[in-house]
């Protein structure tokens, strides 16, 4: 779950591609930060694009508010910085989403990805990144948004369908897992499903759509008319 605070958005950035000049310069490839707090499977599948060269991104600094994220150890073994940022370390959730914006800062992330990330988002951290920050969460919002157990409660309401959503979070959209979505996919709910086997198909579809999403920020076809998020057409090499 991903909640924006109040405060002024801005529109955004991605006006170029990759090798246009981006906020901090060219750069051949989108610099990238991953937030989690778990398995990091959603990691494992952006960092097998990369270095698949199917996706024009690189993953420069991993962060987690759990020190025992599996996810964590998944980016050392790629030879990524990362960094645990408990919450119990710091006197207040301002003060340790301080220390990650500075981690991301430092590390150039120009794009930040929360892949399973349960903290909410400080409003100063959120208006750092305003735009700049996109979610992933398990269900078609707006449905199901708002918690943290978005399976749990697709299965408990009956729901035929649910699915996955990819959405900028921006200080003007400050509710929960409110923002300008990019990009869903549905998923079927079978009669015989249970929460586990749920989730395995719905972690199936994210592994591809956070990817598909990065990509389509890298390459500058995503622009923002009003809360709605329009996907432009490649352009001609």
């Not at 120009?110 to 269900?139: K, M």
């Not at 869903?184 to 999403?213: C, G, K, M, N, W």
Request: glycine fraction near 10%.
């Amino acid at each position: 779950m991903a909640r924006a605070s109040e405060g002024p958005g801005f529109p955004p950035p991605w006006t170029g591609k990759v090798g246009e000049e981006g906020r901090g310069g060219r750069y051949d490839r989108l610099p990238i930060g991953v937030l989690l707090s778990g398995q990091g499977t959603n990691l494992e599948a952006i960092l097998t694009r990369c270095e698949a060269s199917q996706l024009d991104a690189e993953v420069r600094v991993v962060l987690s508010n759990r020190p025992n994220a599996p996810g964590l150890e998944y980016g050392r073994r790629h030879g990524i910085p990362t960094y645990a940022v408990p919450r119990s370390e710091y006197p207040s959730r301002d003060a340790q989403q301080a220390i990650m914006k500075q981690h991301l800062i430092h590390h150039g992330a120009e794009l930040v990805v929360l892949a399973g990330f349960d903290q909410i988002l400080s409003a100063d951290f959120v208006e750092t990144f305003s735009y700049r920050l996109v979610n992933l969460h398990p269900s078609l919002l707006p449905a199901f948004g708002g918690g943290m157990h978005a399976i749990r409660d697709a299965l408990d309401y009956g729901a035929k369908v649910t699915g996955c959503t990819v959405h900028f979070v921006a200080s003007d959209f400050p509710e929960a897992d409110s923002g300008p979505v990019i990009s869903q996919e549905s998923v079927p709910i079978f009669e015989d499903d249970d929460e586990q086997t749920l989730l395995s198909r719905v972690h199936a579809v994210e592994h591809r759509l956070l990817p598909d999403a990065i990509q389509l920020l890298a390459e500058g076809r995503v622009r923002l008319e009003g809360r709605r998020v329009r996907v432009l057409q490649p352009t001609s090499a």
